[in-house]
């Protein structure tokens, strides 16, 4: 640490001003052949102010400790984890196969670059992600007369039909919830819940059911839809000291969208990986882009995931939203000046 606060420390004052922090903003921010990535200002900016804590114009040497413990060694040396959603049997080629749906993808295209993924890239947490509902579940188009109407709802039951949205009262209570009507799919211990045959397995694996809630949707690997219950997904994540998460599987823009949208709202670097995933509707599919990269996420191919998983390969955006975490942090919790030892 002291090392590089005196490599960006020219006028050696014992202090980092913007212009000295910029210096070493650009250098840490490197493509994988060592080329630097052009920075805003604004960001550059953004970033001096949230070390700043003291609000001095000039980053001390207390300031810096923070900066380096929580930001520059994230950001060289990610901890990442690998969500593979729902890459099962029913979305490739059963009752939800995804190439009968509007924008014609063929699921099963997901399966080579995730399995190259696996073979040549060493994350620290794999994760599967797994539909996994009850036979009554409330998406179900032939489960739809089986629960009240919300007065709200404009389509009659007995017309309902796949891909509609409709309006319940699940628990008689009043409160609307809409739901977007499927085929039965990936119902608990059928062949068609099944993850597909040719995903490779990771050794050691981290397995996330959802759906399990016979009255509400969880599209999310986080949360249900209704985001009132979780699963374990974001506390198994953060006692592996997880970072970075990158995104890929089935349907890109239901599923996976929603997993990755939740994992950069849980704080994590987040990459959607675009080769590795097949969706529904290609309109959505381009929505569920813009807003991953709208929300400081990106969107990339797998042959750039090596790369970006070791630390060799350093974003801006992804050391912005990082630092935009630790703001988030230091405004509910101050650090203390001297609390964490020099290394």
Known sequence: METCFKAFDKDEDGFLNQSEFSALCRALFRNECGKPYPVEPAMLTKIFQVFDTNKDNV?????????????????????????????????ISGSLAICNCPAQHRGEEVIPPINKMLEEVKFDTVVYTLDWHPSDHVSFIDNVTKRTLHETNEIKAEDAQVYDVIVFDVHNNGHAMEQKMWPRHCVQDTWGSQLHQDLKLHEDPILIYK?????????????????????????????????????????????????????????????????????????????????????????????????LASGRDRPPVLGYKLALELATELATKPVQPGAQKMV
């Not at 810096?64 to 049997?89: E, G, S, Y």
């Open 59 to 91: 980053i001390d040497k207390d300031e810096f400790r923070f900066c380096w413990q929580r930001w520059i060694k994230q950001v060289v040396r990610p901890v990442t984890a690998l969500l593979i959603v729902d890459v099962q049997n029913d979305f």
């Open 211 to 307: 759906g399990t809630d016979p009255d509400v949707d969880s599209y999310s690997a986080f949360w249900d839809n209704n985001k009132m219950n979780h699963t374990a997904l974001d506390e198994l994540l953060k006692k592996r000291g997880i970072t970075d998460v990158f995104v890929c599987g089935l349907a890109y823009d239901v599923c996976v969208a929603a997993t990755a949208n939740h994992s950069i709202e849980a704080g994590y670097r987040t990459m959607l990986i675009d080769d590795a995933s097949r969706g529904v509707c290609s309109d959505n599919i381009s929505n569920a882009k813009e807003q991953v990269l709208n929300t400081h996420g990106m969107v990339i191919n797998s042959s750039q995931v090596k790369s």
